[in-house]
């Protein structure tokens, strides 16, 4: 499988990004999606992941409320809404796929992408 981020960019404080991850692989249906981020000097952490049928969610507390994950499997996609956006989401995002489906252990990531948010 191969991940490829996009939609990253400068965004002022309080508005809205959305980033993309395209999949390749026929298998991407099967598997559980997720979200990442890197700031400068701190370590990756998780920001929203989604199971295989898209039914079931997990976003963390930070961004909890202001972002959603969403995927569109006949597109091979996941989607990061991201509203509200704060200076603090300031990273790298990456994508990354568990070949299990749960969203626990991620074993294909994607290459990241930058959103940079001014206040």
């Known amino acids: 499988v191969q991940l490829q981020a996009s939609g990253g960019r400068f965004a002022q404080a309080g508005g809205y990004l959305r980033l993309s991850c395209a999949a390749s692989?026929?298998?991407?249906?099967?598997?559980?999606m997720g979200w990442f981020r890197q700031a400068p000097g701190k370590e990756r952490e998780f920001v929203a992941a989604?199971?295989?049928?898209?039914?079931?969610?997990f976003h963390a507390d930070s961004v909890k409320g202001r972002f959603t994950i969403a995927r569109d499997n006949a597109k091979n996609s996941v989607y990061l809404h991201m509203n509200s956006l704060k200076p603090g989401d300031t990273a790298v995002y990456y994508c990354?796929?568990?070949?299990?489906?749960?969203?626990?252990?991620?074993?294909?990531w994607g290459q990241g992408t930058q959103v940079t948010v001014s206040s």
């Open positions: 990354a796929a568990d070949s299990a489906g749960v969203g626990r252990e991620y074993d294909y």
């Open positions: 989604i199971r295989w049928s898209g039914g079931s969610t």
């Open positions: 692989g026929r298998k991407f249906g099967n598997y559980a």
